[in-house]
Structure formats: structure tokens, C-alpha cells
């Protein structure tokens, strides 16, 4: 590419431009931040973007034309960068590993600012990154965190990122379809962003997630969308101590249907949130019997 970049603002001119038949202005610009913070090795993208006069180094430059090289192909950018950011933690993310999304972002959240000194265990069921473990240890630095997935790459992964975040969470293999939930230590509470998209689904999405995030880890089959939660609801007598809460990452169009199940399970306080966008995104229960 013979375009010259000199200042942080040429960064994003030139990402924007460049990108601008695969993505929105909004996520060209949400790009850019991420490359940026990698290319100047900024530990969180709340740690203060450069300003945009800043100069750029000659390498830095052709390193971020690189990443431009491979974004162009349609490669999310968390898998040409390797690296994610999730409630200011640093996430390694690769292909065969789902890339966390703002929504899960706001289910950790919430748990967090529910739980304030919790000193009991949470189990994180289909940990994947191992982001949502990784960030309840960190912001909840009392509960004993345990995080459990059948993928042996995601757990490689999720360990590899508590090491990187400084934290304290236990990762185990285990399916939860098929009665595998022995292993699984008993919590206070459960918490599980499952493989929710319905297969008719897919022609919504982007093509960059289709074509190269792993579809064990999204979709679920027209005729059995909430599977994985009846899992989890039938190993609750196992795994969830009493009274025990649950939280759920949901389809935004099974909100009645999740709350629907969860009554059905013996389980009050039900309730069904929204996201930043206004959709159904999260549910939360309490388990007293």
C-alpha cells in the first residue's frame, strides 16, 4: 500500500476507507481502536487512546498495513490481532474460539454489580475464552471461580488468559449434554452464554463471523433452540447450591420461552433484561427449593 500513515488520525482514516464496503463507519472506527491499542501495546482501551496528532513510527505504520491486509479478507479482527478486550481484561482470542461480544460484556457486568463481595463459588458454564470466569475473578476477587467447557483449545486458551489477567479460576472439561456434570463442584452461582443462534439465523449475521467463528459455539438447531439450557436446568440439582442464582445470556426472540422454562425448573425472581440495543438479552433467576 502506498499510503503513508504519520499520525494515530491517518490510522483511522486510512482503516475507515479501506473497510468501508465490509463494515459500518461504527465498527471501522471500533476496529481501528483495537488495532491501535495492540500496535501501541496499550494495556485496556480505557488506558486513553493516543491523541490524533501523535506521530507514528515507520514500523508501527507497516504493521498496521498488514493487519489491514488481513481484515480485508473478512478475518474478525480479535483473530488478526489475537487479542480482545473484555471488561478491561486482556482476552487471547483464536480461530476455534468464540470472540466475546459486547452483550456478554453487559451479563458479566451485571453479576459483578449484583454480587459485591461474594465469597462463594461461580461456575461458568461453556467458558470458551474463559472471558466471563476471567473477569468475575478479577472484579470479584473473594468467589472461587470454576469455568468448564467440552472444547480442549478453548480451555487451553481460557487458562492461558487467567495466567495473562493475573486471576484465579479452575478450568475443566466437561459436557454438560451428556451427563458429564459430576466433575462440576457446586455454586452459589451459575452463569452461561450457551450456543443460542438458530440455524435459520444465519443469513443475519456478518459473513467475517460465518466464515470464521466456530458454529459449535453459536448455533442450535430450529427444533431444540434452548438445548443447552435445559442442561443446565436438569444438572442444576448437582451443580447449584441453595438458594442458588442463575444468569443467562439469551436469544433475543426466546425471552418468554426462557422464562417460560426456567418457572417450569422451580426456579422465582425471574427476570428478562435488556441489552444496550433495548433486546432481551439476559436472564436471571433464584433457585430456593
Sequence with gaps: ?????????????????????????????AIANLVIADVFELKSLSAGLLINDDPLEEEKAEKIKDYCTELKTGKPVQYVLGVTYFLDCIIKVRPGVLIPRPETEELADLIIRENKGYEGRIIDIGTGSGCIAIALANYLPSAKVTGIDISDE?????????????????????????????????????????????????????RNVIDHEPHEALFVPDDDPLRFYKAILEAAPEISERPGKIYFEINETLGNEISELLDSYGYGSIRIIKDINGKDRIAKAVRHG
Design 154 to 206: 478453548a480451555i487451553e486458551t481460557a487458562e492461558q488468559n487467567a495466567v495473562l489477567n493475573k486471576v484465579d479460576v479452575t478450568f475443566l472439561s466437561a459436557d454438560i449434554l451428556n451427563g458429564t456434570n459430576r466433575k462440576i463442584p457446586p455454586a452459589g452461582i451459575i452463569v452461561s452464554n450457551p450456543p443460542y443462534v438458530r440455524e435459520s439465523e444465519k443469513g443475519l449475521m456478518h
Design 1 to 29: 500500500m502506498a499510503v503513508k500513515l504519520q499520525t494515530i488520525k491517518d490510522i483511522r482514516n486510512f482503516l475507515k476507507k479501506e473497510l468501508s464496503e465490509l463494515y459500518p463507519e461504527n465498527e471501522s472506527s
